[in-house]
T-cell receptor, first 114, second 113 residues
């Protein structure tokens, strides 16, 4: 298995633009997590899905952030409009049946908003 | 240990020595703990876990110790190798909330020859 696949690996965008991050979880996994990592705040859980259904989005910073999981093999995290303070590394992780405990992480998307 | 802000605590060890990385967790109700390793440019990778009904668990070259009295977790790496150089995070999971992990801020391990 190729593991969790995220795209793009790097994204540089201008303030105000829409940004879409993509994630393909490991086949068969029923949990999908989106995390954000910054030096100041470390790893923060933004939202997670179970069987494609959003379960907890309490970590989503504000309405500018939205996440979808239209099917078991694909999820997106969208930021609209983007701001410089959104600059971070965004990780997607997936797991099978164990919730967050058995999660495998993708390589991350490094987002820079200028 | 833990710190907040721009600078991760750093542990520098010589190749072949043992390393001990510490973590203070926040919630006495947490029932499950995990150590992750994150290499530069990569996502966190599971190393070892421990449940709150245990105080020690061993893996290959790694041992996790849990002291619930003082809410302290440690990761011991035996015979540290250059490939162990990375940032190490502890994570805790609350009882009754199997789906969420709270990560610590991390410790950078540097291994020099």
């Amino acid at each position: 298995d190729a593991g969790v696949i995220q795209s793009p690996r790097h994204e540089v965008t201008e303030m105000g633009q829409e940004v879409t991050l993509r994630c393909k979880p490991i086949s068969g996994h029923d949990y999908l997590f989106w995390y954000r990592q910054t030096m100041m705040r470390g790893l923060e859980l933004l939202i997670y899905f179970n069987n494609n259904v959003p379960i907890d989005d309490s970590g989503m910073p504000e309405d500018r952030f939205s996440a979808k999981m239209p099917n078991a093999s694909f999820s997106t995290l969208k930021i609209q409009p983007s701001e410089p303070r959104d600059s971070a590394v965004y990780f997607c992780a997936s797991s099978l049946g164990r919730g967050a405990a058995g999660a495998f992480f993708g390589q991350g998307t490094r987002l820079t908003v200028v | 240990g833990e710190s907040v802000g721009l600078h991760l605590p750093t542990l520098s060890v010589q190749e072949g020595d043992n390393s001990i990385i510490n973590c203070a967790y926040s919630n006495s109700a947490s029932d499950y703990f995990i150590w992750y390793k994150q290499e530069s440019g990569k996502g966190p990778q599971f190393i070892i876990d421990i449940r709150s009904n245990m105080d020690k668990r061993q893996g290959q070259r790694v041992t996790v110790l849990l002291n619930k009295t003082v809410k302290h977790l440690s990761l011991q790496i035996a015979a540290t190798q250059p490939g162990d150089s990375a940032v190490y995070f502890c994570a805790e999971r609350e009882v009754g909330n199997t789906d969420k992990l709270i990560f610590g801020t991390g410790t950078r391990l540097q291994v020099f020859p």
